[in-house]
C-alpha cells in the first residue's frame, strides 16, 4: 500500500466552469480579513506592497461588500461661504447671454434706473395685487427694452430686484420669448416670418434681399441663442420671427412695432426707404 499522499494543484478555474460544477447560483466565499502580521509572513521578502488602487467596477464592489450592497459616501455638508469660494468667474447670467454691444448700440442708452423707469414700474406693478406682483415681470421687461433697445444684464437685476425674486427667473422669461432681445438690435429692427405660409410665399428671399441691401452678414446667426444680426453701420437689424399671425397676406414682416403685409422680395428696398427719415 503506497503510504504518500497525493494532494491535487490548485488549478485556475474560471467563472463558467464553476457554474456548471455548482448546480444552480455561484457561491464565492466572503473575503477574509487579514492582518498586518500576516502579510508579513506570506509576501516572499517580508515587505507589504499594497497594490495601487486604479479603478474598480460595480461588481467587484458589491463582491467586496460583506451584504452584497454598494454604499456610496454621504456628501458632505458645506458651506454658503465655500459655494462662493468654489463659484466660477463668470454667471449664469453672463455664460447664457451673449455680449450685448453691437453697431447699434449708439441708438440706444445705456441701462440706467430713472425716476421715470422707477415710476412706470410702480404703475405696472400696482396693476397686480401685492402677493402676485411677479406677474408684472413681462410689463417691466418691455418697458426696459422699449427704452433701452434689448434687455441687459443689468436691467435683468433691476427687475428681479423691484419684484423681489431670483435673477434667474427674469432669464428664463427673457429667454423664453423670442420677443425680448439680449443684445442692441438696429436702429430699424426688422423681424421676418418664417413659418410655412410666409416661408412658401418667399419670406427667404425677402430675408436674403434685406440683407444683400443693408451688408449684413447672417452667417454667424444662432436661431436660438443670437438671432439677431446687425449691419455694420447699425442702422439695420434682422431675425427671423415664428407666425406673426397674419397667414393670409404672407410674407409678413415687423419692422420695429410696425406690422407691415404682404412684403415679398421685391418690395425690400421700398420698405425700408420708407424709414429713412423715421
Ligand atoms: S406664417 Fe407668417 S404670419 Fe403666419
Known sequence: MNSRLSVPQPRKIDRDQLSYLSDSSIVIP??????????VFLSGNGNINPPLITSIDRGLVRYHSS????RVPKAQNISRDDVKRLRPKLTV???NIASPVTPGSRFFPPFEITQELENKAASRIGQYPSEESRSAVLPLLHEVQHKFGFISLESIDWVAKRLNIEPIKVVEVVTFYPGFRQKAPGRLHVRVCRTLSCAMGGSHNLMDKLCAITGIDRA????HKDPISVSPCGNFSVEYAECLASCGTAPVCLVNDDFHEGITADKAADLLESYENA
Open 30 to 39: 466572503l473575503p477574509k480579513s487579514v492582518d498586518r502580521a500576516q502579510l
Open 220 to 223: 454667424e446667426a444662432d436661431g
Open 67 to 70: 451584504d452584497g450592497i454598494i
Open 93 to 95: 447670467l453672463e455664460k
